[in-house]
C-alpha cells in the first residue's frame, strides 16, 4: 500500500489566488513527521514546511500552511496568494519512527501551475 | 548558511562505465542520506549512513555501493552502469538527535547513462 498518496496529478491555479494540494499518509507509527517539498523545474528539492505527529497546532510557514487531520491521516498543504514562481512540483513526504535514521517516502508529486 | 554540496552536479557516462558521487553534509551534520529520482518519477531512498556507519538501506543495486568517511562526506560508487540509472541523485544530511524539522537536500548530481 502506498504510504504517501497525492491524488492530483495536477493542479491550476490563479495568481493570487489560494490553492489546496493533497496529501493522505498510512502508518502504524505513534511518532512521524510530515514534509512537503517544492521542486521547481531546475531540479532542487526546496523544504517548505513540517508537521510533527504530536504537533497540536497546524504549522505554518509565510503563504505555506500545512492542514493537518491525525484522524483522517491526512496533510494537506495550503498556498495562499499563488505566485507565477510557485510553479513547480510538490513533493509530500514522510518520516516514520525515529531516533538517528529517518529517511524519507516520498508521494508522486503535484504538478502546480500558476496562471497570471 | 552553509548548505549540503554535491559534486559533480552533472555527469554523462556511457553503459558499463563507472561513476562516482559524492556528497559534502552540512558542518556538523552526522547523518546522509541518498536518494535517486527517475525522470517523472518522485525520490527512492537508497541508502543513509549514520556516523559512519550504514544505517538503513532501500532499493538500493548491487552494483551501487556507498561509504561515509572520517570527516562525514560520502560517496556513492556505482558500477556497471545501465541506461535505467540516469536520474537525478541526491544527497541529504541532518543532524541525529535534534527536534527534526527538515532533511536538507543537496542541489542534486543530474546523472546521464548513454
Known amino acids: 500500500a502506498q504510504k504517501i498518496t497525492q491524488t492530483q496529478p495536477g493542479m491550476f491555479v490563479q495568481e493570487k489566488e489560494a490553492v489546496t494540494l493533497d496529501c493522505t499518509y498510512d502508518?502504524?507509527?505513534?511518532?512521524?513527521?510530515l514534509f512537503w517539498y517544492k521542486q521547481p523545474s531546475s531540479g532542487e528539492m526546496i523544504f517548505l514546511i513540517y508537521?510533527?505527529?504530536?504537533?497540536?497546532q497546524n504549522a505554518t510557514e509565510g503563504r505555506y500552511s500545512l492542514n493537518f487531520q491525525k484522524a483522517r491521516k491526512s496533510a494537506n498543504l495550503v498556498i495562499s496568494a499563488s505566485q507565477l514562481g510557485d510553479s513547480a512540483m510538490y513533493f509530500c513526504?514522510?518520516?516514520?519512527?525515529?531516533?538517528?535514521?529517518?529517511?524519507?517516502?516520498f508521494g508522486k508529486g503535484t504538478l502546480l501551475t500558476v496562471n497570471p | 548558511a552553509a548548505g549540503v554540496i554535491q559534486s559533480p552536479r552533472h555527469l554523462i557516462k556511457e553503459k558499463r562505465e563507472t561513476a562516482t558521487l559524492k556528497c559534502y553534509p552540512i558542518?556538523?551534520?552526522?547523518?546522509v542520506y541518498w536518494y535517486q529520482q527517475g525522470p517523472g518519477q518522485d525520490p527512492q531512498f537508497l541508502i543513509s549512513?549514520?556516523?559512519?556507519?550504514?544505517?538503513d538501506k532501500g532499493s538500493i543495486p548491487d552494483r551501487f555501493s556507498a561509504q561515509q568517511f572520517s570527516d562525514y562526506h560520502s560517496e556513492l560508487n556505482m558500477s556497471s552502469l545501465e541506461l535505467g540509472d540516469s536520474a537525478l541523485y541526491f544527497c541529504?544530511?541532518?543532524?541525529?538527535?535534534?527536534?527534526?524539522?527538515?532533511?536538507?537536500f543537496g542541489p542534486g548530481t543530474r546523472l546521464t547513462v548513454t
Open positions: 513526504a514522510m518520516r516514520e519512527g525515529g531516533g538517528s535514521n529517518y529517511k524519507l517516502t
Open positions: 558542518p556538523r551534520h552526522d547523518t
Open positions: 502508518t502504524s507509527d505513534q511518532s512521524y513527521g
Open positions: 541529504a544530511s541532518s543532524l541525529a538527535g535534534t527536534p527534526m524539522v527538515e532533511q536538507y
Open positions: 508537521q510533527g505527529s504530536y504537533d497540536e
Open positions: 549512513f549514520y556516523e559512519k556507519m550504514q544505517s
